[in-house]
Antibody, heavy 119, light 107 residues
Framework: EVQLVESGGGLVKPGGSLRLSCAAS????????MNWVRQAPGKGLEWVSS????????YYADSVKGRFTISRDNAKNSLYLQMNSLRAEDTAVYYC????????????WGRGTLVTVSS | AIRMTQSPSSFSASTGDRVTITCRAS??????LAWYQQKPGKAPKLLIY???TLQSGVPSRFSGSGSGTDFTLTISCLQSEDFVTYYC?????????FGGGTKVEIK
């Protein structure tokens, strides 16, 4: 069974940093591109970032470019999102998701981790 | 960025109804269109990809159609578990974008 489990969320002050992790199991992690998608409370889905199998291709939404860094460790079956210079508008549930085809078709999602940016 | 516009944003229906949700892309995306279902407090679930291909395990009452800029998701016979929120997404080009969502409510 495919499992994606996010962790690392919490309450952080504006300007602070947080590192999210996503532990993958039930599939060959090193064979799939991965994404982060977020959802602000009561709002819709917003794509955040994607990373290819060997980390050759990395993309970011304009809203997080220069502040967030996606990475992966295929040996540890793990995906990461380093978030710096956090803003109130970054408050959201962050989901990691596995790509099915191409870079952005998302066939499996974790349950998400909540990030709250507030003073 | 390609803008995805879903309509309606919400509507009411009854169990057993046939309903259709529309998604329009601001530019052509061929058939690089996915539909997701999201239940309250849960992660989204992929229902349909390539505009009309049903993801494995998804009930056949769900169907998708369209190409270019106009797409539809149809639920042929609403079940109680279908009264949730649906999102379309284009994965044709960077950045991938989602529609605003359609909430299906019980009449």
């Amino acid at each position: 069974e495919v499992q994606l489990v996010e962790s690392g969320g919490g309450l952080v002050k504006p300007g602070g940093s947080l590192r999210l992790s996503c532990a993958a199991s039930g599939f060959t992690f090193s064979s799939y591109s991965m994404n982060w998608v977020r959802q602000a409370p009561g709002k819709g889905l917003e794509w955040v970032s994607s990373i290819s199998i060997s980390s050759d291709y990395i993309y970011y939404a304009d809203s997080v470019k220069g502040r967030f860094t996606i990475s992966r460790d295929n040996a540890k079956n793990s995906l990461y999102l380093q978030m710096n210079s956090l803003r109130a508008e970054d408050t959201a549930v962050y989901y990691c998701a596995r790509v099915e085809f191409g870079e952005w078709l998302l066939s499996a999602w974790g349950r998400g981790t909540l990030v709250t940016v507030s003073s | 960025a390609i803008r995805m516009t879903q309509s309606p944003s919400s509507f009411s229906a009854s169990t057993g109804d046939r309903v259709t949700i529309t998604c329009r892309a601001s530019q052509g995306i061929i058939n690089y269109l996915a539909w997701y279902q999201q239940k309250p407090g849960k992660a989204p679930k992929l229902l349909i990809y390539a505009a009309s291909t049903l993801q494995s395990g998804v009930p056949s009452r769900f169907s998708g159609s369209g190409s270019g800029t106009d797409f539809t998701l149809t639920i042929s016979c609403l079940q109680s578990e279908d009264f949730v929120t649906y999102y379309c997404q284009q994965y044709h080009s960077y950045p991938p974008t989602f529609g605003g969502g359609t909430k299906v409510e019980i009449k």
